[in-house]
C-alpha cells in the first residue's frame, strides 16, 4: 500500500488560522451559526480549498464542499468534514478539528494517488456542515441533517434566533446563501472529532472507534398561564406558567434520578414572559432533553415525561409540547468500524470501541449513507468551554487514521 503521509507543519497552521476566528480572550471561540465570526471562517476554509485547487459548492444550507475528483466528475464521493460554528462558549476543536484534519486526510490521499499507477474508484473530499451545533437557530446537524432527507430546506431555512432573524437571510449576510446542487452520490462518510468525554482518556487509548449513538429526544414545552399583579391577586387566583416550568424541571431531573442516572436528562434553558419581578408569569418555554444508550428505556422516560405535564397544565394553566428532536439509537456502518479499527491497528495506535452520547453530522448521514467516526481524547473530558483541550499527538495520530481509511475507500 503506498504511504498516505499528512503534511504536520500544514495541519498544525490550519489548526492556529481557524482558531483565530472567533477568539475569546480565555483561548477559545465564539463561532456561532452565520455571525460574522462564522462567515470569517469560512471565507478562510473556502480560500485554504482554493489554495488546495479543490472544486468548492456551496448548497442551500450553506454547507460548503471541496472536492478532489481523482476517478472523474460522476465518480462517488468519499467525503469527510465537520462544523466551524461553535457554542458560544466553545473550545478550539469542537468540529473545527474535523473540518482542518479532514482538508489535510483529502489531500494526502490525493497526493498518496499521485505518487502511484493505481487508479482510483473514488473522488474525495471535505465538507463544512451549517449550523451543526443548534445553539443560534434550532435543531442541530442542521445542515447534514437536510443533505440526508431527515428536515425539509425549507423549513431549516426558516428557523429564527432569538431577536427574529431567520437562518436563511443571517446567511445571505455572510455570503453563504448557496444554490450548487449538494454532491449526493455518497460512497462513505467518515468524521474525526474530539470524545467531549472522559472515556479514551481514562483508558489511555488514541483512537476512539465509534460504534453508533445514544438515542436523544427533546422538547420545547410552552406553559401559559395569566400574567397578573404579584401583590394584590390572592394565591388561589394565579395561574403561574413560571411555576408549572419549576415542577417540570424536577419532574424531568426525577426521571434520570428513577434510573439511578443511566437516563441523562436535563432542561438547560427556560424563557419566561413577561420576565418582570412584580408581575405573576404568563408564558414560560422550558426546553428539555432526554438521552439514553438503551432505546426502550428512552422511549418509557418520554412517556412518563408527557404524562407528568398533563399533570401539571391544570388549574388554568396550559401547556404545548413539541419534540425538536428524536435520534434514535443507532450503529455506525460496520465494515467501516472495522476498516478504522484495522487502520490504526497498522499504524501502531491504540484504539477502543465507545459509543457517542452527544449527537453528531455523522449521526445525522448515517441515517441514509455509510457512515463512521474517529474520536480523538479530550483532557478531562471538557467540552463547550475554552478549556476544551487534545493533545497535538493525539490530533495527529486521528488524522492519520483518517488519511488511511479515506485512502482505503477511494482506491476499493
Ligand atoms: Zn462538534
Redesign the pocket.
Known sequence: MQKVDIDIEAFRRDMDAVSTFGATPDGGVCRPTATDADGAARDWFCRRLREEGMQISVDQLGCIFGVLPLAGADAPLVLTG??LDSQPTGGRY??AY?VVAGLHAALAVARAIKSSSAQPKCNVGVVNWTN??GSRFAPSTMGSAVFAGAIEAQAALAAQDEKGETLAAALAKIGYAGNDSAPLKLAAYVEA??E?GPVLEREQRTIGVVDGNWGTAKFIVEFTGRAAHTGPTPMHERRDALLAAARLVLAVRAESDATAGALLSSVGRIEVHPNSTNVVAERARVYVEFRDIDQARLDAACRSFAATVATIAQNGIRAVVTQTTDRRVADFDAGLRELIEAVAHEADISSMRLRTV?G??AVSLATRFKSAMIFVPSANGI?HNAEEFTASEDLEAGARVLAGVLAHLVRN
Do not use: K, T
Request: charged share 30%; glycine share 14%; proline share 0%.
Open positions: 465537520s462544523h469542537d468540529g474535523g451543526e451545533e472529532h474530539i467531549q452527544a453528531h453530522d467540552s
